[in-house]
């Protein structure tokens, strides 16, 4: 199958910090890529989707200006948690559509902030 | 609305006994339907099916969709405790691709020794 890769798998920052997370599709373009949160023992929630070359489509309740979201290239979306807080702590994914629409994962990325 | 639902949310069994786990669907022109697995990290991809009554199988997992009365099956036999996961299903909106999955909540398998 396709190869996602996501960076950093894990993460440390202070509040107030920005932290940038990469996702990048290996052997395959993504026009689309996808970003979730998922919290312990609950299911991925879609935050917002990238579209290469134009501004990511944001679900409702999640702040475009705290959740940054650049799609500069066809391998290559990043999603920048500005101004940290402890609340913003959590499991963050990319996923990227390959052949017949299915979704291949990053390994995520786990982010705390203290 | 489009809706997934699993069932059930979580499961323990024993180590070598055999486990049905159930996906139902209501989609707007249904395209395919997905099973990942998730453990520590990401999830990763089992089957994605599309033809009812073809079922897909890899070692001792297999699935097998039911379009006309809208639901999906994934069977584990001999279970091992390296099965122990959540157990994702998911269908793509519509017809058109671009647009994220639409995932269940999730069952979570246990496997004891």
């Known amino acids: 199958g396709a190869v996602v890769s996501q960076h950093p798998s894990w993460v440390i920052c202070k509040s107030g910090t920005s932290v940038k997370i990469e996702c990048r599709s290996l052997?395959?373009?993504?026009?689309?890529m996808f970003w979730y949160r998922q919290f312990p023992k609950q299911s991925l929630m879609l935050m917002a989707t990238?579209?290469?070359?134009?501004?990511?489509?944001?679900e409702q309740g999640v702040e475009k200006d705290k959740f940054l979201i650049n799609h500069a290239s066809l391998t290559l979306s990043t999603l920048t948690v500005t101004s940290a807080h402890p609340e913003d702590s959590s499991f963050y994914i990319c996923?990227?559509?390959?052949?017949?629409?299915?979704?291949?994962f990053g390994q995520g990325t786990r982010l705390t902030v203290v | 609305e489009d809706k997934v639902v699993q069932s059930p949310l979580s499961l323990v069994v024993h180590e070598g006994d055999t486990v049905t786990l159930n996906c139902s669907y209501e989609?707007?022109?249904?395209?395919?339907l997905l099973w990942y697995k998730q453990e520590k990290k990401a999830p990763t991809f089992l089957f994605m099916l599309?033809?009812?009554?073809i079922e897909k199988k890899s070692g001792r997992l297999s699935s097998i969709l039911d379009k006309k009365e809208l639901f999906s099956i994934l069977n584990i036999t001999a279970t091992q405790t390296g099965d122990s996961a959540v157990y994702l299903c998911?269908?793509?909106?519509?017809?058109?691709?671009?647009?994220?999955?639409?995932f269940g909540k999730g069952t979570s398998l246990l496997v004891t020794p």
């Open positions: 996923s990227a559509l390959g052949d017949r629409s299915v979704a291949f």
């Open positions: 998911a269908v793509p909106p519509g017809l058109i691709s671009g647009y994220a999955l639409n």
């Open positions: 989609v707007t022109n249904f395209r395919s």
């Open positions: 990238s579209n290469e070359g134009s501004k990511a489509t944001y």
């Open positions: 599309t033809s009812s009554g």
């Open positions: 052997d395959f373009q993504a026009t689309t």
